[in-house]
C-alpha cells in the first residue's frame, strides 16, 4: 500500500493529496481543474435606457436601492459592506471598476457562510442610443450556494427595473 501526503497548495492554499512530490496543484494542472468545476450563473438582460444610464446607477458601488433585500451599504476602502435578508454580513470587494469598458468585477470576501470562491461580473453594452444590455455573470464555489446567488441576481435584475 502506497501513502500519500496531503500538502496545502502554494498557489491556491487547497489541501492536495501529492502523489508527486508537487509544491501546488498547478503543477498536475489541479488548479485549473478546480476553477473549471466552479458554478457559473449568468444573465443577459435587454434594458429600455442607455447604457450611461444604467452605468451611472451600477457602477456606484454605494448604492443599494436596486438591490431589494439591502437598506444600506458602506465604503471600507475597496470595499462595500452591508448586511444582506437571509445573509447577514457581508463585504465585497470591487477588483474592477472600468468606466470605459462599463464593467464592474467583485467578490464577496467575507460572509457568514464559508465561501471558497465568488467572482461577479457585470458588464453593460449599448445596443442603441435608448437601449443596453446588462451581462451579469457569478461564479460561486461550493456549488450549493449557486441557486441562491442565482435568485439574488435576479431579484436584483427587477430591482434595477425599477429604478431605471
Known amino acids: 500500500m502506497v501513502l500519500y501526503k496531503m500538502n496545502i497548495c502554494s498557489s491556491c492554499n487547497k489541501q492536495f493529496l501529492n502523489k508527486y512530490n508537487l509544491k501546488r496543484h498547478q503543477d498536475a494542472n489541479i488548479c485549473t481543474l478546480i476553477r473549471q468545476q466552479k ?16 452605468w451611472g446607477i451600477l457602477s456606484d458601488v454605494s448604492r443599494c436601492d436596486w438591490v431589494p433585500t439591502i437598506n444600506e451599504m458602506t465604503l471600507e476602502g475597496d470595499c462595500r459592506v452591508f448586511e444582506m435578508e437571509g ?18 468585477q467583485y467578490s464577496a470576501i467575507e460572509t457568514r457562510t464559508p465561501i471558497d470562491h465568488h467572482l461577479a461580473t ?10 443596453c444590455k446588462l451581462d451579469w455573470t457569478t461564479e460561486i464555489d461550493p456549488e450549493i450556494f449557486a441557486d441562491a446567488i442565482h435568485q439574488g441576481m435576479l431579484i436584483s435584475i427587477d430591482g434595477i427595473k425599477k429604478v431605471i
Open 39 to 54: 458554478q457559473k450563473q449568468k444573465e443577459e438582460i435587454i434594458f429600455e435606457c442607455s447604457a450611461k444610464h444604467l
Open 122 to 131: 457585470m458588464q453593460i453594452t449599448s445596443v442603441s442610443a435608448e437601449t
Open 87 to 104: 445573509m447577514g454580513k457581508v463585504k465585497e470587494q470591487i477588483l474592477l471598476l472600468d468606466n470605459d469598458m462599463m464593467k464592474l
